[in-house]
């Protein structure tokens, strides 16, 4: 972008009529203000499009019961009472709230720490050690994105019983894992790419074992990676209501997902609870995607752009 | 107003059952065993507390152990299809609507055990028609048999804001008694009251499609009171082709997208759940309301001010001015082939249907269901003395004329429900422009196409 | 190579640069492979346990060619698969236009810019549930916030988006899905952005480019792969989400903006006939294997080969 320089003192411009190089100059500055303009204008349009719906959560979680019902787009008279009742499990149908929010953490760290483990010695046997058939093994990861896991609902639902895994959390781990696991394998694979293959090399001939090259090279070098394909997995469990919802029935195993779907069917409509309890569920999330935001970025597509 | 004090029941059932008083023969001190259940969660707390109860009731009397899991109206059923499906199920499943979508099919295809022996111990006190609901055709044995225990009924009654009537310068008592009629009293009503609030609609018809039962359980009361309840027949026929009943479906059709049209249903109701209606009634956005039970009201019944203002009334004369037949659909407990724990299983249900402890579970869960019992109902105050809104429901389910849900006669009306035939018609006319003819020959023509699928031998 | 069988016994010693490729090509020796093997195990575990085994059994719940007969008659289906291809066609693309013209914008300098991703990434980040919970009470018909908003404010009374039209409600449906994930592919084609060298940028300028320009030449090309693969990736996400089409319109009005991966729950657990869900749900593959083949031939092309 070019930066226009203002020309020498007001005698000469009061002087002498406009030169073509000074409208030219002007013309850009003016083009300038309307691309800023445009801009903001986008920015406006940005944030109102995606804070509409956060807003609404937050206006009716702020409301009293039957004020949902009304005309109002703010709320009447804004009190907290709703979240006060969610943190003191004081309703009904979030008596077990805090467990279930520990169920939801509990899937949540199950799910990250198994596709970080499982997806990266995956992907470290494939592109590292460079095994003959590892392109089988990431092409076969890839297949299971043939079925969406929406579709395999039903069949999962009857294999966990064969395990013997109803209503266990784990089985749901098993499930975010199965589904995450893919992805992680893609992008670490990506991004090993620019993880010169010499530096292990260098460590297999003084010696290390190749879980020493795992361990000391190419989990640190991967960290952007790892932060980023974590987040991504997190954000998958905690986002995820289908298997949640088909796999874990009893008040002390359900998660978070499911306990408020139970409000959906109530006859009472308390809303106002339910849109507080999102918020809390929601928070975890929103820090740690803002906490890792910049790795995350780094550790997407290097090497996306190269191919 | 409440007069049963949760305390003095509590109280009560644990002293009960502790003196005994109900160890009847039939409970097994043999040794411990355990039976895992599936039972749904209540609309209220105190249906919940109840359940619980019963269940501590029974493991002090029998010794036995009871594994229960408390799962919502809507996710039950789909764990029950799941189960059932794999083949691995809870000893015993229990659900409101069992008797309309799961049930029938199940039996069908033989998944089912037969309870002959369980519904036999107290089958002089059952109402026949909860021990119609209770039978169905089974196509492997071809053979028509007891699957289900019925152990509460209910009843569409109308929830009416009297408050709202009132306002609107008209007195409830004033109502007609034949069942169109009646529903026109209250279209004069919307304008008066659009006067002060915005969005009010006088009709809480549920043309829904949306599951499981309000769209098919509105629809059948008009197919009803328009004289078109010969659709199947008790020997499992369907009778499509009846003039009489493809009148009444036209009828009931017309009327419904008629006051749809004309505004006097909220748009929305085209995809109401289960819940909504009751919502848009709690919001006072509909002045009346056909739904199933009084959970409508028993959830305002801490509101005094409220729940008294909510009127319930029982069902008013068919359009030929004879008393109207309301659907008594049956909850009840049924016990899969794949079960494990048989005996205890159905030692439990024995215990359950006691009439004693039916009618204590039933008056701890606030008198949302009735006893399938009329005896009960009949000789305990609390049902027909105690409570405006407790007396139209259980009169209107014990004591009129009732009819059983149609799947008990054709297991094949069980898809038909699922399948929404009669919500997708009101959509096709009021959404899509259909004439109500074209709509109904249309609903006819699907019914017919499932049914096809489920030959019932006559018996 | 004999050299393979010295360096694995640990005697040779060569400088690097030769060894390059060499060494770990071919089969891997000893306790090597035995590594290799652990590594995988794990990984092949989970596959078989878990994605093998359940499509197994649901190719077998799905085997009867009567119910796919059965669908074909259904009127609901037809209408549902016209809603998948509308839905998928249409979010998938309007979503990555949307996230390539987004992350261009992203690149500008300045606080504000910053601040505003954050804000953007917000959806993504927020549990669906309560999200698509709040869109649809948000476009109630009378009482949701938007037509209160529009009523307020214009004095219009809004259509019941959700429960008169089955156009109106799909474009809900669609709408709700590109909010929530426009921002996430918006991140990935942003990273990509600026992993394009800026030599390149200034060495266009000096030779005239200027916007539009600029991004043909220079931008464009080395997105390309980037856009494609993300393109096909989130076409088959998109195939089977079920959250937005669930918790926004419920598949309403009267079941008329169902797409394939919630009728396939719906046949299952409400008309409770799981072989017919599944058959729902197996009609997909003719457009999803096809899909992941060409991914898998895409991401070969990044990757060496052995």
Not at chain 1, 81 to 108: A, K, P, R
Not at chain 1, 274 to 302: D, E, H, K, N
Not at chain 2, 210 to 221: K, L, R, S
Not at chain 3, 5 to 25: I, N, S, Y
Request: proline content about 6%.
């Amino acid at each position: 972008m070019t930066v226009a320089v203002d020309d020498a003192g007001p005698a000469v411009a009061v002087a002498a009529a406009p030169t073509s190089a000074q409208r030219a100059r002007s013309a850009r500055r003016r083009l300038r203000w309307w691309k800023e303009a445009g801009a903001l204008g986008v920015a406006v349009l940005v944030l109102i499009w995606t804070l509409v719906p956060v807003y609404n959560i937050f206006m009716v979680a702020l409301e009293s019961k039957g004020d949902v019902f009304t005309d109002t787009i703010w709320p009447s008279q804004p009190s907290a009472e709703s979240f006060w009742i969610v943190i003191t499990q004081g309703y009904w149908y979030l008596e077990h709230f805090w467990h279930q929010f520990g169920n939801s953490v509990y899937i949540g760290v199950g799910t990250v720490f198994f596709t970080l483990a499982i997806g990266s010695l995956a992907s470290f046997a494939i592109g590292r050690m460079r095994i003959r058939y590892g392109w089988v093994l990431s092409n076969a990861a890839l297949l299971t994105y043939v079925i969406p896991a929406s579709f395999l609902a039903i069949p999962f639902y009857r294999i966990m019983q064969i395990y013997g895994l109803t209503n266990n959390l784990w089985s749901v781990i098993a499930a975010e894992v199965t589904f995450a696991t893919p992805y992680a394998i893609f992008i670490f694979q990506q991004y090993g790419t620019s993880i010169p293959i010499e530096l292990d090399e260098a460590a297999r001939i003084d010696g290390a074992s190749p879980f020493q090259v795992y361990w000391k090279i190419y989990l640190p070098l991967m960290a952007p990676a790892l932060v980023a394909v974590g987040t991504y997995a997190l954000l998958l469990a905690w986002n995820e209501y289908l298997y949640q919802f088909l796999l874990l029935s009893s008040k002390q195993s359900m998660s978070v997902p499911v306990a408020l779907a139970q409000f959906l069917n109530s006859d009472e409509a308390p809303w106002n609870y339910m849109m507080a309890t999102a918020i809390v569920y929601a928070i975890p999330p929103v820090a740690i995607y803002y906490v890792f935001r910049r790795r995350m970025s780094a550790g997407l597509t290097m090497g996306g752009v190269k191919g | 107003m409440n007069k049963l004090g949760r305390r003095v029941v509590l109280r009560g059932s644990v002293g009960l059952a502790a003196a005994g008083t109900f160890a009847s023969p039939y409970i097994a001190r043999a040794q411990a065993k355990t039976a895992s259940v599936l039972w749904v969660q209540g609309f209220v707390k105190e249906e919940d507390e109840a359940f619980q109860n019963l269940v501590a009731a029974y493991e002090k009397a029998s010794g036995n152990k009871i594994d229960y899991s408390l799962i919502p109206f809507g996710p039950a059923m789909q764990k029950i299809v799941a189960g059932l499906t794999s083949g691995d199920t809870p000893d015993i499943m229990f659900h409101d609507i069992a008797d309309q979508a799961v049930v029938p099919q199940n039996t069908w295809n033989d998944k089912l055990i037969d309870v002959s022996d369980i519904v036999e111990t107290q089958k002089d006190k059952f109402h026949p028609t909860a021990l119609l609901a209770s039978k169905y055709y089974n196509n492997v044995t071809k053979q028509r048999g007891f699957t289900y225990v019925p152990v509460k009924c209910g009843v569409l009654p109308f929830h009416v804001w009297n408050s709202m009537v009132e306002k609107a310068g008209f007195k409830l008592a004033d109502a007609p008694k034949t069942w169109d009629a009646f529903w026109d009293f209250f279209k004069p009503m919307q304008k008066k009251l659009r006067e002060t609030q915005r969005n009010v609609y006088v009709h809480g018809l549920q043309p829904t499609t949306n599951g499981p039962a309000d769209g098919n359980n509105t629809f059948h009361h008009f197919l009803i009171a328009n004289g078109g309840n010969g659709i199947v027949s008790p020997d499992g026929e369907a009778h499509l082709d009846d003039p009489q009943v493809k009148e009444a479906v036209i009828k009931s059709l017309t009327y419904i997208t008629t006051s749809y049209k004309e505004g006097y249903v909220p748009p929305g109701a085209l995809g109401w759940s289960d819940a909504d209606d009751n919502n848009a009634f709690h919001a006072k956005q509909i002045v009346m309301d056909l739904d199933g039970t009084i959970s409508t009201e028993v959830a305002m019944i801490h509101e005094k001010e409220k729940y008294d203002d909510a009127i319930t009334l029982k069902l008013p004369n068919d359009n030929a001015g004879q008393p109207m037949r309301a659907e008594l659909g049956a909850a009840g407990a049924f016990i899969a082939k794949s079960a494990k724990n048989v005996a205890v299983a159905k030692d439990f249900l024995k215990y359950v249907i006691q009439p004693d402890n039916l009618n204590l579970y039933l008056k701890t869960g606030l008198g949302r269901w009735l006893p399938p019992m009329p005896h009960l109902v009949k000789e305990d105050p609390f049902w027909l003395k105690q409570d405006p809104h407790r007396t139209a429901y259980a009169t209107e389910g014990m004591i009129d004329p009732t009819v059983p849900n149609y799947p008990c006669f054709n297991p094949g009306y069980a898809e038909v429900n699922a399948q929404q035939v009669w919500g997708i018609a009101v959509a096709d006319v009021v959404k899509d422009g259909m004439t109500v003819q074209a709509a109904t020959d249309k609903a006819l023509k699907r019914i017919s196409t499932i049914l096809a699928k489920y030959p019932v031998t006559r018996s | 190579m004999s050299t393979d069988t010295l360096e694995g016994a640990g005697l040779l010693v060569r400088p690097r640069p030769p060894l390059l490729g060499r060494m770990w090509r071919g089969g891997l020796q000893g306790s090597e492979w035995t590594w290799a093997i652990a590594f995988t195990v794990p990984y092949i575990a989970l596959f078989l346990a878990f994605v093998a085994y359940p499509v197994a059994f649901g190719a077998w719940l799905g085997r009867d060619p009567s119910l796919y007969f059965e669908l074909a008659e259904d009127p609901i289906f037809q209408r549902t698969i016209v809603n998948t291809i509308l839905y998928v066609g249409i979010a998938v693309n309007l979503k990555m236009f949307g996230a390539l013209l987004l992350s261009g914008f992203f690149m500008r300098r300045g606080w504000w810019v910053k601040g505003l991703l954050l804000v953007f990434v917000l959806p993504w980040a927020m549990p669906a549930l309560p999200a698509f919970i709040s869109i649809h009470w948000m476009l109630n018909g009378e009482w949701g916030l938007f037509n209160n908003f529009l009523f307020n404010v214009f004095g219009i009374e809004g259509p019941g988006w959700l429960d008169t039209s089955r156009w109106l409600a799909l474009g809900a449906v669609i709408t709700s899905h590109i909010w929530k994930w426009m921002p996430f592919w918006t991140v990935i084609l942003l990273a990509g952005r600026m992993a394009i060298p800026q030599e390149l940028y200034e060495a266009a300028e000096v030779d005239g480019a200027t916007g539009l320009t600029r991004f043909t030449h220079v931008t464009f090309p080395l997105l390309a792969n980037l856009y494609l693969v993300c393109t096909l990736l989130s076409t088959i996400f998109t195939l089977g989400d079920f959250n937005s089409v669930y918790f926004v319109s419920g598949g309403g009005p009267a079941l008329s903006t169902h797409v394939l991966a919630t009728l396939g729950i719906r046949d299952a657990f409400e008309v409770a006939r799981p072989e017919l869900g599944v058959a729902t749900v197996l009609t997909a593959l003719p457009l999803m294997i096809p899909l992941v083949l060409i991914l898998m031939r895409k991401l070969r092309t990044t990757e060496v080969t052995l």
